[in-house]
Nanobody, 125 residues
Framework: QVQVAESGGGLVQAGGSLRLSCTAS????????MGWFRQTPGLERNFLAA????????YYADSVKGRFTISRENAENTVYLQMNSLKFEDTAVYYC??????????????????WGQGTQVTVSS
């Protein structure tokens, strides 16, 4: 079992920045590919960004490329999502997810095995 916990959400004005954090724990020595998704009420949970377990490769949705940056600290199994130039339409619940069992389709939410509870990001216009 892997526990996933996000933090860092909140209220920010349009044009501002936030940094989300996510820590995966529960398996000593475990190293996982991790990703970020977001969801607004009534809509699907959409992929934003992912990073391989080594941190050597990152992947982004077109909607956030150039504004959001994913990074990680492997020693802590912690992943960050730096969000800049936030827009009203970025308002959503943001979820962190972990691939434990070898999935590699990082853009597909079904590849992820464990999820956090989500953190709310609200961008005021």
């Amino acid at each position: 079992q892997v526990q996933v916990a996000e933090s860092g959400g909140g209220l920010v004005q349009a044009g501002g920045s936030l940094r989300l954090s996510c820590t995966a724990s529960g398996r000593p020595g475990g190293r996982y590919a991790m990703g970020w998704f977001r969801q607004t009420p009534g809509l699907e949970r959409n992929f934003l960004a992912a990073i391989t377990w080594s941190g050597d490769n990152t992947y982004y949705a077109d909607s956030v490329k150039g504004r959001f940056t994913i990074s990680r600290e492997n020693a802590e199994n912690t992943v960050y999502l730096q969000m800049n130039s936030l827009k009203f339409e970025d308002t959503a619940v943001y979820y962190c997810a972990v691939i434990v069992y070898g999935g590699s389709d990082y853009f597909n939410r079904n590849a992820y095995d464990y999820w956090g509870q989500g953190t709310q990001v609200t961008v005021s216009s």
